[in-house]
């Protein structure tokens, strides 16, 4: 039995004791009496939140094989309805259809007796995975199974690690592999089709099997969704035609990097006196504080009132104007909640835009030695409200820019305005959230303008975000959790749709003994030249970090690195404009355009900047040789000249010359050449 159409040939064909479902000659499903692919059950989960960071665990209390089904053809598709017993009743119904060239489960029936599910899509040992979202410590999936739950990254991510240890035996924060502000239920796979499964239940996708991947959702989900591509480029655009894309950046944002600065209007103004002094291309001032701040046992926290406070920065309507008149914007930060000292907390709480308890009384969240409200999303007056703010308080202040932080914070025994499950609503957080700013921009009528950045992500963030950034990385050398994280967090969530990332440059947390080094920053900025933002963070304990006006080096460093992210903004541009217009993201696994490369799908620690240069990031302490992978091609040492074709090799890589190469034949030739100069 087949359905045939221009897009796509879909197919399901019988076989003994059950059937096969195929896509374009790819096997998706096998399913049997003794193999069924499905499984339901019931579950009962505890899940425990402390600052972020979730203790989840769940006690089965069934699960059983459907093992039985009645199909019947139908003018659309096949109605399959599944059964626990052969002349059972119905436990699950799916419409299996094609539509728009996308081979479609859609979910129509259960029981009520059934709260989780396990779908079982086939696979083979040779098959590699990506995507789920932003990974931090795998690209390829294989081998290792993903809980979906957006949280806190997690201190340190490694459970063999002593910062892990610490952080979990101190602050129950130590995360592990796969700890993620934004997961998502969507993956890629080498046979060159996505799946993506509409749910914002948790879910745990395990890719360990050989045989088949097992994806387990704690919920029924509306449909799971397939689409297959003769190519990885053709997939992801594709794959995004779903989602919606990210739009361009703004053409200020190429002027140089955005300084992390702090401390008040003449604090921010000496230091990006000096910065401009010594030839640092300054495209923008981010001032987080700008709001007022708050010390704790953490390190230097923020005021969560979000109104410009005029006593730690004076005249700083001015300064905006200003810094405005010489080509440097002024960024900020904001997040969905409120701090009860502040007069927004008091106006949400008089209007009844705080998510409740279970006894009607507001929800307070534990930040870490101070409490917030939670301003109540599935509310749209509460919605409306919240984009007044950020129009009123920040972009008519003269804001061009900010971050918009947090988003995965959610308890799960909230009470919202919607009426449905804070377990159901907390994945779905992070996507509202963008969708926020997303709105407040756009009414003001400043869409390709402002900007804003965000580390919380779920399924829809793609059209909202307009920049990601890798979330909380430690200040060390660490695979999990250090600069080597952010090149799988890009590259994964490149290949999920979010094209446009980047990362603190020198980290963000210093806990538990872990102190920035100069050789950190200096080699995380080298990487960040070659991302599409370059921006700076004090960190939360900014006097046990090394910073960009350290010493006279460093800021000759960073001046002439921002003067080659400068020069390489042309190119920068267009594969951000790729990324708009075909979901194509700026930073590319190696297989995307080597596809016949079977080295390159477990190239993890490199990427094609678009489709002409290729980055190998030193993220090693004290190395001052690099060895890199090049496809088969013809390549050109940026920094020498020198001539290279595919394989390994070791070269020469100082502070200041990170391991990059272009194109031989590149029509950016010209361009290339210039950064040396």
């Known amino acids: 039995m087949a359905l045939k159409t221009n897009e796509t040939t879909f197919v399901l064909k019988e076989i003994n004791n059950g059937f096969q479902i195929v896509a374009d000659g790819r096997l998706l499903f096998h399913h049997s009496v003794q193999q069924p692919m499905l499984y339901v059950g019931y579950g009962e989960e505890?899940?425990?939140?402390?600052?972020?960071?979730?203790?989840?665990?769940?006690?089965?209390?069934?699960?059983?094989?459907?093992?039985?089904?009645?199909?019947?053809?139908?003018?659309?598709?096949?109605?399959?309805?599944?059964?626990?017993?052969?002349?059972?009743?119905?436990?699950?119904?799916?419409?299996?259809?094609?539509?728009?060239?996308?081979?479609?489960?859609?979910f129509t029936k259960r029981s009520s007796e059934i709260n989780r599910l396990w779908l079982r899509v086939q696979a083979d040992g040779k098959e590699k995975v990506y995507g789920c979202g932003?990974?931090?410590?795998?690209?390829?999936?294989?081998?290792?199974?993903?809980?979906?739950?957006?949280?806190?990254?997690g201190v340190g991510r490694n459970k063999n690690t002593y910062t892990t240890w610490q952080a979990d035996v101190k602050d129950k924060a130590g995360g592990d592999y796969y700890n993620t502000n934004y997961p998502q239920p969507t993956f890629i796979s080498t046979k060159k089709y996505y799946c993506h499964v509409e749910t914002t239940a948790y879910a745990d996708f395990d890719f360990r099997n050989d045989e088949y991947h097992e994806l387990q959702i704690w919920d029924i989900p509306k449909y799971v969704l397939f689409e297959t591509a003769e190519s990885y480029v053709e997939l992801v655009e594709k794959l995004t035609d779903v989602f919606g894309r990210q739009p361009e950046l703004p053409d200020w944002t190429y002027n140089g990097i955005w300084l992390g600065l702090q401390g008040g209007t003449d604090t921010?103004?000496?230091?990006?006196?000096?910065?401009?002094?010594?030839?640092?291309?300054?495209?923008?001032?981010?001032?987080?504080?700008?709001?007022?701040?708050?010390?704790?046992?953490?390190?230097?926290?923020?005021?969560?009132?979000?109104?410009?406070?005029?006593?730690?920065?004076?005249?700083?309507d001015e300064k905006i104007k200003e810094w405005k008149a010489k080509g440097i914007r002024f960024l900020g930060y904001i997040n969905p909640y409120v701090a009860v000292e502040g007069d927004l907390y008091e106006t949400a709480a008089d209007h009844g835009y705080l998510a409740l308890n279970e006894k009607g009384d507001i929800y307070l969240v534990d930040f870490?030695?101070?409490?917030?409200?939670?301003?109540?999303?599935?509310?749209?007056?509460?919605?409306?409200?919240?984009?007044?703010?950020?129009?009123?308080?920040?972009?008519?202040?003269g804001l061009d820019g900010w971050m918009a932080d947090f988003g995965e914070y959610l308890p799960t025994d909230v009470h919202l305005h919607n009426g449905v499950s804070a377990k159901i609503m907390h994945n779905a957080w992070p996507a509202l959230w963008a969708k926020i700013n997303y709105d407040a921009v756009s009414e003001a009528g400043k869409l390709g303008e402002v900007t804003y950045f965000m580390r919380a992500g779920y399924t829809g963030i793609q059209k909202y975000c307009t920049l990601l950034w890798g979330?909380?990385?430690?200040?060390?050398?660490?695979?999990?959790?250090?600069?080597?994280?952010?090149?799988?967090?890009?590259?994964?969530?490149?290949?999920?749709?979010?094209?446009?990332?980047?990362?603190?440059?020198?980290?963000?947390?210093?806990?538990?003994?872990?102190?920035?080094?100069?050789?950190?920053?200096?080699?995380?900025?080298?990487?960040?030249?070659?991302?599409?933002?370059m921006r700076t963070h004090e960190g939360n304990?900014?006097?046990?970090?090394?910073?960009?006006?350290?010493?006279?080096?460093?800021?000759?460093?960073?001046?002439?690195?921002?003067?080659?992210?400068?020069?390489?903004?042309?190119?920068?541009k267009d594969i951000v404009k790729e990324n708009a217009q075909k979901g194509i993201p700026v930073q590319r696994p190696l297989f995307m355009h080597y596809e016949e490369d079977n080295n390159a799908y477990d190239i993890q620690y490199q990427y094609l900047y678009g489709r002409d240069l290729l980055v190998a990031p030193v993220y090693e302490e004290a190395a001052t040789h690099w060895t890199v992978y090049l496809p088969e091609d013809e390549w050109v040492h940026v920094w020498t000249g020198?001539?290279?074709?595919?394989?390994?090799?070791?070269?020469?890589?100082?502070?200041?010359?990170?391991?990059?190469?272009?194109?031989?034949?590149?029509?950016?030739?010209?361009?290339?050449?210039?950064?040396?100069?």
């Open 46 to 106: 505890t899940i425990n939140m402390y600052r972020g960071n979730f203790d989840i665990h769940d006690y089965v209390v069934e699960r059983i094989g459907l093992r039985y089904v009645d199909v019947v053809q139908t003018e659309n598709g096949f109605q399959l309805s599944f059964s626990k017993f052969d002349g059972g009743p119905t436990d699950l119904e799916i419409l299996l259809a094609e539509e728009d060239g996308k081979v479609k489960l859609h």
């Open 368 to 397: 870490g030695e101070f409490y917030c409200g939670v301003v109540d999303f599935t509310n749209e007056e509460a919605c409306s409200w919240y984009k007044s703010v950020i129009k009123e308080n920040m972009i008519d202040l």
């Open 268 to 316: 921010v103004q000496k230091k990006l006196d000096l910065a401009l002094e010594k030839g640092i291309k300054v495209g923008g001032v981010w001032c987080q504080d700008w709001q007022g701040k708050r010390i704790t046992s953490f390190g230097k926290r923020l005021m969560w009132n979000w109104r410009w406070n005029s006593d730690e920065y004076p005249n700083l």
């Open 642 to 677: 020198k001539e290279y074709s595919g394989g390994y090799t070791e070269v020469e890589a100082p502070i200041g010359e990170p391991p990059v190469f272009y194109r031989k034949n590149s029509s950016y030739k010209e361009l290339f050449e210039s950064l040396t100069k």
């Open 541 to 572: 304990r900014p006097d046990d970090c090394f910073q960009f006006d350290g010493d006279e080096e460093t800021l000759q460093h960073i001046a002439r690195m921002t003067g080659i992210y400068v020069r390489l903004a042309p190119y920068t």
């Open 471 to 533: 979330g909380d990385q430690s200040v060390n050398w660490s695979l999990d959790d250090g600069l080597a994280s952010v090149i799988p967090a890009a590259l994964s969530s490149g290949m999920t749709g979010c094209g446009l990332h980047h990362s603190d440059i020198g980290g963000y947390t210093s806990l538990h003994g872990n102190k920035r080094s100069k050789e950190l920053l200096l080699r995380w900025t080298d990487m960040a030249t070659f991302t599409p933002v």
């Open 134 to 153: 932003e990974q931090l410590s795998h690209f390829n999936l294989r081998g290792k199974n993903f809980p979906l739950w957006t949280s806190e990254p």
